[in-house]
């Protein structure tokens, strides 16, 4: 089995180079004016249309009403929708039917209880994203460069397609895949030199760690 990547958070022409240069199977846009990697609308476009056909395109947003999604989905056409927010299943459902988008979900793992909650999803998502659960008091959800208890995943059905992320970075993904076994993997500020400044180098090495990884 060949692990999926994925370079969330891109920004600019260089960082999006870097990403399909390394053979990126996703990118990730986000949609959500908190986060230092909040991209407008006609940016997301350019860089979005440059993508087309060589990686998958993700959007990202945050608990975003249906006229944003329709903005963002018109704009971009994005392969993936990835919903951040704290959106229900029936929520997942609705944007999933009328957005004609397949859907990938976030869910922010703190313990064990927090990981089985993705089970409510894997009929409405099409790929689960385990992500480190924000600290307190934080204003934007994510792992904040955190890496989460991995072994809380053991739980997970291994029918369970999903996306890891959380803390990774060139020195520990191959550790990461081995402990977790995930479909995919994801990364945004291990790959910045600074939050929302992708580092071109740092990008080409995550993505040449994952593609020569031992698979096992």
């Not at 704009?75 to 459902?93: C, K, M, N, S, Y």
Request: aromatic share 6%; proline share 5%; glycine share 8%.
């Amino acid at each position: 089995m060949t692990t999926e990547a994925k370079i969330c958070g891109i920004k600019t022409r260089e960082a999006l180079t870097a990403a399909l240069d390394g053979h990126a199977d996703y990118v990730g846009f986000v949609f959500f004016a908190p986060s230092p990697r909040h991209l407008d609308i006609a940016t997301a476009r350019r860089l979005a249309d440059e993508a087309r056909g060589k990686a998958k395109i993700v959007a990202l947003t945050v608990d975003a009403d249906d006229a944003t999604l329709d903005e963002i989905s018109n704009a971009i056409a994005p392969d993936f929708f990835q919903l951040h927010g704290h959106e229900t299943p029936e929520r997942v459902a609705g944007v999933k039917t009328k957005f004609r988008r397949k859907i990938i979900k976030a869910i922010p793992v703190r313990t064990s209880e927090d990981a089985a909650r993705a089970e409510a999803y894997t009929k409405v998502a099409d790929l689960i994203l385990f992500d480190a659960k924000a600290p307190a008091g934080a204003t934007r959800p994510g792992g904040h460069g955190q890496v989460f208890d991995w072994t809380l995943l053991d739980a997970v059905s291994r029918d369970m397609p999903f996306m890891l992320s959380g803390g990774l970075t060139p020195g520990n993904i191959q550790e990461a895949m081995q402990a977790t076994h995930a479909q995919a993997v994801d990364v945004s500020s291990g790959v910045e030199s600074a939050p929302g400044i992708k580092d071109a180098e740092l990008i080409r090495r995550f993505l040449h760690a994952v593609k020569t990884a031992k698979q096992g």
